[in-house]
């Protein structure tokens, strides 16, 4: 079993910045990937971006290229979203998700095995 715990979230300004956490606890050995998702109300999940243990590999959603970074620290077992220029259309509940098998770097919430319990991310204009 996998646990995760996302923090980090919070109410900014348009134009400002957050990072968020997501801490992964129990068999993490068994972790391929790691992926951020964000859901706002009213809205499907959607890919945010992912990033390999192995390697450091990462993807993005175009919708945050250039402005969100994802990062990991191995000896933590800890996810990072740092998320700059945020405007507020990134206005959600941001995921954290484990993927426990190998293969290309996963953008579908489906092939997510674990999820943390999410976290509020708020934009004010």
């Known amino acids: 079993q996998v646990q995760l715990v996302e923090s980090g979230g919070g109410l900014v300004q348009a134009g400002g910045s957050l990072r968020l956490s997501c801490a992964a606890s129990?068999?993490?050995?068994?972790?391929?990937?790691m992926g951020w998702f964000r859901q706002a109300p009213g809205k499907e999940r959607e890919f945010v971006a992912a990033f390999r243990w192995s390697g450091g590999s990462t993807l993005y959603a175009d919708s945050v290229k250039g402005r969100f970074t994802v990062s990991g620290d191995n000896g933590k077992s800890t996810v990072f979203l740092q998320m700059n220029s945020l405007k507020p259309e990134d206005t959600a509940i941001y995921y954290c998700?484990?993927?426990?098998?190998?293969?290309?770097?996963?953008?579908?919430?489906?092939?997510?095995?674990?999820w943390g319990q999410g976290t509020q991310v708020t934009v004010s204009s």
């Open positions: 129990g068999r993490t050995f068994i972790i391929y990937d």
């Open positions: 998700a484990a993927v426990l098998v190998g293969g290309p770097i996963r953008s579908k919430a489906n092939e997510y095995r674990y």
